[in-house]
């Protein structure tokens, strides 16, 4: 199984937590680009959203949350999932189909969960993440568990009405809960200049009393600055927060999208904002870390991500015959 710990606070407060963000996030840029290779070579079924382009928004969300706090995720949810602690053998696994995947390789790429590590599971229903964090939210307040639940979703989300009613519930009984939009500036084709009437999408929250912020989603440092305030806020009772991560996924929508609605010239201009130089940058105008050991940290990421996938290949597929057993639970009289 391929893991690392997890660290909580702001990614430049210490050479070890620069080197967790940087970790963290090359992480998910390694499987990702080792998924879309597996789905080439017909390893993988079904479909895939890469999250290519947006490392930095989960893994600065997640470093303001304590390792009990929750999160519900979504269809392009491998980063969360990372984020958040997941074992990386695990999780190819479950894409492949295979016994030892999180949910015994029956859920596949959209519908990964880890509650060990307080991710409630992605969901394939767009929006449909979001009042399973409010239930959650409203299960912490209720029983003083002192968590606070975070809903990963995308700007496409916001147009659903699970967005709206889970808001409002939000708002009116304060709870611990922080709206995370990721803004990918498309719901599948459609631009957020076509889906909304409004220029900017933090002011959805006004309607419902809800503080709001925009962000920098490509950079981890101010991702975490601003997760750090609303989970700070969260925890006092002072009710949720909307942060909208401004990002881009560099691939299309999913496996099958031609990304015709996308000229190569914007896609090239989002690829210059990378996050992953833009962290290491700021690392090394702090101090914290020399070029050489930069380096041998994305040479771990890749590395594990390698021995996830040789390990889940290896590793036995789900038996067919045991399909029902996670679905019906035989009761004796």
């Not at 890469?50 to 304590?66: D, R, V």
């Not at 659903?160 to 409002?168: C, I, M, P, S, T």
Request: with cysteine; charged share 25%.
């Amino acid at each position: 199984m391929t893991t690392a710990p997890l660290l909580i606070g702001h990614p430049l407060a210490s050479k070890e937590h620069a080197r967790h963000a940087l970790l963290y996030m090359c992480r998910i840029r390694k499987f990702e680009e080792a998924v879309e290779d597996l789905f080439g070579r017909g390893m993988m079924h079904g479909t895939m959203h890469l999250s290519i382009g947006q490392e930095a928004s989960p893994t600065g969300m997640c470093m303001a949350l304590n390792l009990t706090d929750q999160i519900t995720s979504t269809h392009r949810g491998h980063g969360h999932c990372i984020a958040k602690g997941a074992d990386l053998t695990r999780m190819i696994a479950e894409l492949l189909g295979k016994e030892i995947g999180y949910c015994g390789g029956r859920g596949g790429s959209m519908h990964i969960a880890d509650v060990d590590t307080g991710n409630l599971g992605a969901n394939g229903v767009v929006g449909g993440g979001i009042p399973i964090a409010a239930g959650a939210a409203l299960a912490s307040k209720m029983m003083k568990s002192g968590k606070v639940v975070v809903s990963f979703f995308g700007d496409g989300a916001m147009n659903e009405g699970a967005f709206h009613e889970a808001a409002n519930l939000a708002a009116i009984w304060k709870l611990p809960m922080i709206l995370f939009c990721e803004n990918n500036k498309y719901g599948m084709s459609s631009s957020t200049e076509k889906a909304f009437a409004i220029d900017n999408l933090k002011d959805r929250a006004l309607g419902y009393g809800i503080p709001s912020v925009n962000v920098d989603g490509n950079d981890v440092v101010a991702v975490y600055e601003q997760a750090q305030i609303a989970a700070d806020r969260a925890r006092n009772g002072e009710g949720p927060t909307l942060i909208v991560a401004e990002t881009y996924r560099w691939k299309g929508h999913s496996r099958s999208d031609k990304n015709l609605y996308r000229t190569k010239e914007e896609i090239e201009e989002w690829r210059l904002l990378d996050p992953i130089p833009k962290f290491v940058e700021k690392i090394l105008e702090s101090k914290l870390m020399e070029q050489s050991e930069i380096d041998a940290i994305q040479a771990e990421a890749q590395d594990q991500v390698i021995a996830a996938v040789n390990e889940a290949v290896k590793a036995k597929s789900a038996e067919p015959s045991g399909l029902l057993a996670a679905v019906f639970k035989e009761i004796s009289a």
